[in-house]
């Protein structure tokens, strides 16, 4: 017994005379007198001053489409995702992140990040709105389009109140109200377009006498461009094979917007198609002019925004 | 043939291969920086710069005086960052002066210069620990740390060189003394001195004399009067030696007292601080802001080492292996050491929250001049972190020689549980696996019974196993780094006059540096356009001037300024000077054949040749100071303080030469100069006689067997 009492005195002594336990007696001792936990965390935030980009690129990105270099994008994507890491309960840090990770066209990751936003502050419409976006690229329209329908029941009011309260939206909201942003214009935009949107999800899931509805219903009620309308009843009128009422919506269309380069190419083909080459070549010199300086179509559909 | 001989032996001696091929991967991972298709950032593009004029003007056999930045301003202050004493200047403009072009001789040099402070590292270690091995191995954490990847965005390497062979030649010189390690030290004291904060490196001293004397008090004690019998019996040496210091001390102090006397500002570190106070005084709540923590902190975003950046600090995931094994090594009184005075450092390092940075800011009078706390985590926490454990490897590499089956099995254990570490990661890269096995299979080697005598083949391993990591890591830093699009400063100054200031852009909204008191206030006072529009003609020629009232009418002064009026502001005139031209606009000259032609613009005099109709007042905006001094062909004249902050010469009409020159303290900074390389001379003719030269000693500084 007193043999087995003598090797643990040795042992122990061997052990308290090591330098690992002298560094772990340390880091001890200094945590009970030092909130260690308090000066790591107020570090970290401090340190976050040095990646912290400047926020008047992104601001004009927002308020006047400015584009910004890869470079750019990944700064800001850098940012977002230490501050993600540092405050992981700030569903803005994802939002932000995915944002400029689509930006980035690292498009599964961004999915990601607006679902984590989501998950984490349901009902703010400009991350469902944006979680929507992400499923419409990557073409599951059925997800898209109930996100559309979550973002238009979320309205403007939980949008308001988060922007107002989040600092990460107010960092760049300040830069973006001193270049002449107006946030109830743009959410207007957007609020119009997610109804579009949830139009064009049933198209693309080819549930087209829906979309239809769906399309007229939202355009009686004035909610958005009547051409993005027009140009939806006419693809889904083209899909279900209805030339006729499909020409007759493009002329609507036209009357809205005469230079619109998607009405004007179905019309095209529909001439091809009855052979009427006067029209093809009218069709066809227009299209020529606005493929120069005509707005891309499809790619205003795939826009993200912000704020 | 003692030097021929040192040099074969130095050539052929063990570890001499493993050293030149650590220099080789260094270079190799920093390639793109070395051989310039990434771009210097940070503090590290303005010593570029700086280094470039300062060897432009030794190239003409003077010191630049006077910098071309913010206007125009005395030089001191860039002559004290780079330490311009140093004789890596001397080198760089030896090399320049062969023809090899300056950014190759730059980086080279600064690359030599890091390994040779990463040396000095070994050489301390080495006579510390007694083991070369283990120095070796310190040695190549330290190397392959991100501390060398601050010569391409800082400049505290040109800090740390010194200190680290202060710190040799100190421990050198207390092991045993010798008139090597004391000149050694007094040199190395005096580059650290004639820095521009030369109280980071007395401070680092002071706190390291104090925990000597605290753990080692009888040793201290010895110590003390091992350097009076030294001093008792080279009374001349140490009397030249202090000379020696004191000279070194001189260009600060000028400085100094040029800052007391309010002759120039820094409004970055003066932030918060009323303007009574001097320039190079910082406010307490600045320093706080970044200290070691918010760094160590800022580092600890990026465990992602594919994400590795300029100033986060990285250390080769060996470290904490080798921190780890000190679960099998012995605590020593050195150890403590070590801990103190790194540990205080580190508690200096956390101002926001522990109380010794506010206790030390009341009570030591140059705390206050401390803008950069991080900075001891480079020069102090860092070196002694690996000089520990490079200490606890020695150790380990004594216990595996016994080859104890228990050793064998905690190094297995340990090196498991790092890669199970590891692999918890969700960014963990490859090389720091393979670094954990190449480790493994080092020691077990090592414990297998490789003869630690073939220090060689250890020492290859041993680079191979300390590098396989740094070189992934440096990959990420290379890739995530800018290339250089732009060219820096010192290759557009070509384009114009060195004279004419580049800091300043359209909107006129800039925030110096550094500048002399009279620009700042000139810029302050001014809307931000008509300041630019102003400063933007290098020469103005006028006819007419107005006396300054006190105080300045700064609206006065404005409305001239926005209408180019043909009026200058002088603070006095002698009435002797006459001028008569009755244009209503100031006469900017834009070119040659204007009335002004540059003849020559070297280092600290500029010359012009002039040809008017009518006696003017040539004003060159450039800032105005008393010690410039003026000739009109060949007779002196008085140079004008114009329009508040600029120099003015009255030239009479017809052709005249104008020289202009700044001589403040050009015979003192040659004396100064003169006595470093003096010294300098003699460490290196002491070093190469030396017998003692890096061998082993008898007796260390800190005791071995506590």
Known sequence: ?307 | MQIISRFKSFLTSSLFLPFILSFAVWIFAFRGFVFGSLAFVEDAVSYLNQTKFLTDSMLQGTLLLWSSEAFGMPNDFFLLRLGAFNPLFVIITLLRSAGIPFFVVYVWSMAGYYFLGCCGFYFLSKRITGHRLAALMGFLLLYFSALGTRIFDSYIILVFVPLMWFFFFIVDFFTAPSRKSFIGSVFTMMLLLSTYIPFYFLFILLVFLVFMAVVFPKKFLNKTSQLVSFIASNKILCFCGLIALLVALIPGVFFFQSSHRGEFVMPLRHDLLSSNDAALEVHPRVTSTWASIEDIAFSNYFTDLRQMKFAIIYVPFLTWILLSLGLLTKMTKRFLFYFLFAGFFLALGIPQDLPLYQFLHERIFFFKYFRNLHFFLWWVILPVMFLLIAEQTGQILGMLKHRRRFDLIVLLALHIMWLYVIFKQPDYILSTVISILLSWIFFTLIWLGADQKKVLWLGLGAMVVFSAQPLEVFFHLSSNSKSKEQPYYFERIKEKSSYLNDALDASGAVSFYIAMNQVVTLQNNLPPEIFYRYSLPEFVVYDQFKMLKEPADWNEISDSFKGERNIVFVEDWDEKFLLAGKQKRRIPIEGPGQGVNVISDRPNQLKVETFFDQPKLLVFNDTFSPHWKADIDGVSTRVYKANLAFKGVYVPDGKHTVTLRFEKHLWINRGVWLVFMSVFAALLFFSLTDKRFCGECDESLFPKNC
Request: proline share 3%.
């Open chain 1, 1 to 307: 017994m007193k043999a087995f009492f003598q090797k643990i005195v040795r042992s122990s002594g061997w052990l308290f005379s090591r330098a690992g336990f002298f560094y772990l007696a340390v880091f001890l001792a200094m945590g009970m007198f030092i909130d260690i936990e308090k000066i790591w965390g107020n570090a970290r935030i401090r340190s976050m001053n040095r990646i912290m980009p400047l926020f008047e690129d992104l601001a004009s990105n927002l308020v006047a489409g400015k584009s910004l270099t890869f470079d750019q994008w990944q700064e800001y994507a850098l940012y977002y995702q230490k501050i993600s890491e540092l405050i992981p309960a700030d569903p803005g840090a994802y939002f932000f992140l995915g944002y400029c990770l689509s930006h980035l066209n690292r498009e599964e990751e961004a999915l990601s990040n607006f679902e984590k936003a989501v998950q984490k502050a349901p009902g703010v419409f400009w991350f469902e709105y944006n979680l929507a976006m992400a499923y419409y690229k990557k073409a599951d329209y059925e997800k898209a389009g109930e996100f559309f329908r979550r973002s238009i029941d979320s309205g403007a009011a939980a949008a308001q109140f988060y922007m107002r309260n989040s600092t990460l939206y107010k960092q760049v909201l300040a830069s973006a109200l001193r270049q002449g942003f107006d946030p109830e214009t743009s959410f207007n935009a957007s609020f119009a377009h997610a109804h579009i949107m949830t139009a064009r999800c049933l198209y693309e899931l080819g549930k087209y006498d829906q979309a239809i509805q769906l399309a007229y219903y939202h355009l009686r009620r004035g909610l958005g461009a009547p051409q993005d309308y027009y140009y939806l009843i006419a693809l889904s009128l083209k899909a279900t094979g209805k030339l006729t009422d499909m020409m007759s919506v493009l002329q609507l269309l036209l009357k809205h917007d005469p230079d619109h380069l998607g009405a004007w190419q179905m019309m095209r083909e529909f001439f091809i198609r009855v052979q009427d080459l006067e029209n093809v070549k009218r069709a066809e010199l227009k299209l020529e002019y606005l493929r120069k300086d005509g707005p891309d179509v499809d790619k205003a559909v795939r826009q993200q925004k912000l704020m």
